[in-house]
């Protein structure tokens, strides 16, 4: 069976119209292109090397998630310094315009400047962008900044969520783990904070959080696969918890920047065997309440 009938026969025997996958990464080549050589010269997070096989055209990617059944994907993209948030938005803005099953998505880094991070974050939703990216172990910053304070604020306002890289893998960074991003949280407790990769490794906290912000959700990305099992383990003993976040699990792939088949996210999230109307919700439902899509 091809790896597209495999995609396609996993969420049709779950009855579902297709999938909605809340993490997967489009940017301007020449930074894709940085990410990936990052990735297979072993620089990356694993330590090693680590082969990107959907390493490919941008169309052809787009074209790809389409034959997957992904009816709804998102194009996260972030900076490492100051000074390229604002044209990475644009080139984002560029790209929802002309892909209209991804998701507008859009950045920010804590800067100062003409509006800083507020001014500019202020007009990409004013221009419909509908998921920001935040990662905190690529771009250093803290997220407790003074600077970012009205940028919360306005995402929390508006409602639009953001996937946030807070968790401490695949190498602490020195504002990642549970403590910076819940101060922020506890002064924005209507922020919708979408956790990247289940907050791998801090699981546990995580879940926490999870537990006591209703507005907090949790991505699935690479967690459970083979790959990152080894890494950082998912504990057996959390699984109850997980299940009962079962309305704030979404699915998350990583695409295109993963080692292995997008097939394996997929059925790493079926072994854990959590049932039937846990997977439905995380492939498609819990996203598209979320979204209203
Ligand atoms: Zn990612």
Not at 131 to 141: E, M, N, P
Request: charge should be negative; aromatic fraction near 10%; charged fraction near 20%.
């Amino acid at each position: 069976m091809t790896e597209v009938a495999a995609v396609t026969a996993f969420w049709r025997e779950l009855g579902l119209p297709g999938l909605v996958d809340i993490h997967t990464h489009f940017m301007p080549a020449n930074v894709l292109a940085k990410v990936w050589a990052f990735f297979e010269d072993g620089r990356g997070p694993s330590g090693r090397a680590w082969p990107i096989i959907y390493r490919r055209p941008e169309e052809d990617r787009v074209a790809l998630l389409r034959a997957f059944g992904v009816r709804t994907f998102s194009a996260l993209l972030y900076p490492h310094k100051p000074g390229m948030a604002e044209w990475l938005n644009a080139w984002a803005a560029g790209f929802a315009d002309r892909t209209p099953d991804a998701l507008h998505s859009a950045t920010f880094f804590a800067e100062p400047g003409a509006g800083g991070a507020g001014g500019y974050v202020a007009e990409a939703i004013g221009a419909g962008a509908r998921l920001f990216k935040a990662h905190l172990q690529v771009g250093g910053y803290d997220p407790r900044d003074e600077l970012l304070d009205g940028v919360w604020g306005l995402l929390a306002e508006a409602r639009v969520p953001v996937v946030v890289h807070c968790g401490s893998g695949p190498s602490p960074g020195r504002f990642t783990g549970p403590g910076p991003i819940s101060e922020v949280l506890a002064r924005h407790p209507r922020l919708t904070a979408i956790i990247a990769h289940l907050g791998a490794p801090e699981y546990g906290e995580f879940l926490g959080l999870a537990e006591r912000h209703r507005h907090v959700y949790l991505d699935t990305t690479m967690v459970f696969t083979d790959f990152l099992e080894r890494l950082a383990p998912f504990p057996a003993a959390l699984l109850p918890r997980l299940a009962a976040v079962a309305d704030r699990v979404l699915l998350g792939s990583d695409f295109p920047n993963i080692p292995y088949p997008y097939l394996h996210q997929l059925e790493a999230l079926a072994r854990l065997d959590l049932g039937t109307p846990w997977l439905r919700a995380v492939c498609h439902g819990n996203a598209t309440r979320l979204l209203g899509l």
